[in-house]
């Protein structure tokens, strides 16, 4: 009897103790339990915005060194650029100056052989107009010398323009009579012609 009574008692103790417990963690172990779930909550939310935050200043880091970079590579490439045009813009006067240089070579040294072949050629070409001018002053004093009749025909058959010339050179007395033989229309040409101002020996 007594051994079933501390049995109902031990029992009782048992629910009493398990009701204990359920109310315990009814009302005090869910707090507990959601305070820590929210720290361990919040921690991880403020860590996560922590690295979340310095990932997005690393990567603002990043895209600003980035843009810097990419701004220089620009003005680099501008300013290479401009070299080159300028480099190759100095290669093009310097040979145009080169070439400049050799043209002007080129004719002065064309020049001093124009010279040097007119110094060569200065002297026989006088001596050329030395000799015709003889061979002329000759056949004016033939023509000079010859009977006006004889003169007056064989000068009929020249052209004007050597009659002319003889006659400038020889005294007027003489071309007079000649002209009194030649033929009136021819005379008469020439006349006029020699009356001009223009007359001139070779």
């Known amino acids: 009897m007594k051994v079933l009574v501390r049995l109902l008692n031990f029992g009782l103790f ?3 103790l398990f009701l204990t417990f359920i109310i315990w963690a009814y009302f005090f172990a869910p707090n507990t339990i959601l305070n820590d779930t929210w720290a361990s909550k919040d921690g991880g939310q403020k860590r996560s915005y922590g690295s979340e935050n310095a990932t997005a200043k690393g990567q603002g880091d ?12 620009r003005v680099k490439a501008v300013l290479l650029a401009r070299l080159r045009r ?8 310097d040979q145009r100056e080169r070439d ?8 002065e040294e064309r020049i001093s052989q124009l010279k040097a072949l007119e110094e060569r050629l200065r002297g026989p070409l006088a001596k ?11 056949l004016v004093g033939v023509y ?22 003889l006659f400038s050179a020889m005294k007027s007395k003489k071309v007079a009579k000649i002209l ?5 229309d021819k005379a008469a040409r020439i006349s006029a012609r020699l009356s001009r101002p223009d007359i001139s020996s070779p």
Request: glycine fraction near 2%.
């Open 14 to 16: 048992l629910k009493v």
């Open 62 to 73: 990043e895209i600003e060194d980035l843009a810097s970079l990419t701004i220089n590579d």
């Open 86 to 93: 300028l480099h190759k813009r100095e290669l093009e006067l």
């Open 100 to 107: 400049l240089k050799l043209l002007k070579k080129e004719i």
């Open 128 to 138: 050329a107009k030395k000799e015709s001018e003889g061979r002329f002053m000759h």
């Open 144 to 165: 000079s010398s010859m009977e006006p009749q004889r003169a007056a025909l064989l000068l009929e058959k020249m052209d004007e323009d050597t009659v002319v010339r």
């Open 180 to 184: 009194s033989f030649m033929e009136e």
